[in-house]
């Protein structure tokens, strides 16, 4: 019987994982339809093995020195599953990520590295010839420089350029022309009219009321002033000298006062019609305020010029 069991468990060929099991000839569980299984009692009686449809024989598989299994040396074992060996753990490759990163981070330092170099070079060597080392001239320093230049040429420039020609004389109230010595000339129809005045008498008012009855007292805080006027005419023809001349007093408010309605002994309105060369001389009377006395000036315009004229009231 012992040797019996020998004969079935080394008669079984090898068996990869994973296969189903089928039973060899000979096994324990390989039993022809209708014949009892190899090693069953049969009914009634002992197991009789002179009644095994397979001879005991020999195995044709060698047995096996290595107890793990039926594969040797040089033969192909199955790997996992049933009676297999595990596959081993994979290694891991964090090292190589590690290296790479290192070397992008070196690769980055030397990029910097370089461009620091290239800006020092640039710095100290320019398009304009500047080289390191050079003392360095301040963007301020430059533009004072060139201030005081264009300071210096604009005075060159004043000095050799001709003086500013004044106003002329008489033309505004800040520069009138003076009495007496100043004449103003001013354009007729057919030729010129020089015109002078006198000094002003600043108190007219016993020698108005004595020159006509019917003359008006100045009313209270009132005073009549009057002022010599000479007319020079030169031209191919003739002016009549109270037409052709327009005069008023402008007082240092600024308010004007045109000439009074009254009779004077020799007043300008008299004098006659003049021809080339002729000169005549009329007085003129106004009514101002007594505050207004001793300032001020005389505005003289021509009859048929647009042109205003200022003598000094003195």
């Known amino acids: 019987m012992r040797r019996a069991a020998q004969v079935m468990t080394v008669s079984m060929p090898p068996q990869f ?3 189903p099991q089928q039973p060899m000839p000979g096994s324990p569980n ?3 339809q209708g014949q009892p299984r190899f ?6 009686g002992s197991p009789s093995w002179a009644s095994s449809p397979y001879p005991a024989q020999g195995s044709p598989y060698p047995a096996s020195a290595n107890p793990a299994g039926p594969y040797g040396d040089g033969q192909f074992r199955p790997v996992g599953g049933p009676g297999g060996h595990p596959e081993p753990p994979r290694k891991k490759r964090t090292w190589i990520w590690f290296v790479v990163g290192c070397g992008v981070l070196l690769l980055i330092g030397l990029l910097g590295l370089g461009g620091c170099v290239a800006l020092v070079a640039s710095s100290g060597s320019s398009d304009d010839g500047v080289r390191a080392g050079d003392p360095v001239t ?4 430059v533009e004072d420089a060139e201030a005081e230049e264009a300071v210096e040429e604009d005075a060159a420039e004043e000095d050799t350029s001709e003086p500013a020609s004044a106003p002329e004389v008489g033309t505004s109230r800040d520069n009138p022309a003076q009495p007496v010595t100043d004449a103003i000339a001013i ?8 015109v002078t005045l006198g000094n002003v008498t600043w108190d007219a008012n016993s020698a108005i009321a004595e020159a006509n009855m019917f003359n008006e007292e100045a009313p209270e ?3 009549y002033i009057t002022v010599p006027v000479t007319v020079q005419y030169t031209g191919p023809e003739s002016i009549t000298p109270w037409i052709e001349l327009y005069i008023s007093y402008v007082a240092e408010d600024g308010r004007s006062y045109d000439e009074a309605s009254v009779v ?4 300008f309105m008299d004098v006659g019609d003049l021809y080339d060369g ?3 001389e009329g007085t003129m009377a106004f009514l101002i305020p007594e505050e207004a006395v001793g300032s001020g000036a005389f505005s003289v315009e021509g009859f048929l010029t647009s042109g205003t004229y200022f003598v000094a009231a003195v």
């Open 138 to 141: 301040t963007a301020t320093a």
């Open 30 to 32: 390989s039993h022809p």
């Open 278 to 280: 002729g000169t005549a």
């Open 187 to 194: 354009e007729t129809s057919g030729g010129t009219m020089s």
């Open 17 to 19: 994982p994973g296969d």
């Open 39 to 44: 090693g069953a009692t049969p009914a009634g």
């Open 221 to 223: 805080g009132q005073v």
């Open 264 to 267: 004077l002994e020799g007043d």
